[in-house]
């Protein structure tokens, strides 16, 4: 589907995050939050949020917050985010952005996921996700 990292990451973290569609008989019957707010990343803030909805940031559409999730993993891996540096692992930035303490069995499911759908090592440095 994607073949860079940071989008493969990126959908990862969509699908750990529960963006779950309105399917009928579905335990979410108007979808998850993140798919009611079309912020698949559940994200609290983002420049591109057209509005806030409980805390989370609402996005125009399904791919402004795809997108707004690479945004987000761009500043990490490009140094442009005071909390994850391009030299911290991915388990790092992950802990960071789920808000998830590492070695929990949150995280440990969290992460799996994320390295299940991408690819990538929970050891590899935020900075191998623009690696081809």
């Known amino acids: 589907m994607f073949r860079t990292k940071v989008f493969k990451v990126a959908y990862a973290i969509t699908q750990a995050e529960g963006w779950i569609t309105n399917k009928p008989g579905s335990t979410y019957p108007l979808g998850s939050r993140s798919y009611r707010l079309h912020n698949p990343g559940n994200l609290r803030s983002s420049i591109y ?23 987000q993993l761009t500043l990490y891996a490009k140094g442009g985010s005071a909390n994850v540096k391009p030299t911290d692992t991915i388990a790092t930035a992950i802990s960071k952005y789920s808000g998830t303490t590492i070695g929990t069995p949150n995280f440990n499911n969290y992460m799996s996921i994320i390295e299940k759908i991408s690819g990538v090592s929970r050891n590899d440095q935020v900075r191998s996700l623009f690696d081809n």
Request: glycine residues 14%; negative net charge; proline residues 0%.
């Open 49 to 71: 949020q057209t509005a806030q909805d409980g805390g989370f940031a609402v996005f125009e559409n399904d791919m402004v917050g795809i997108y707004a999730v690479v945004y």
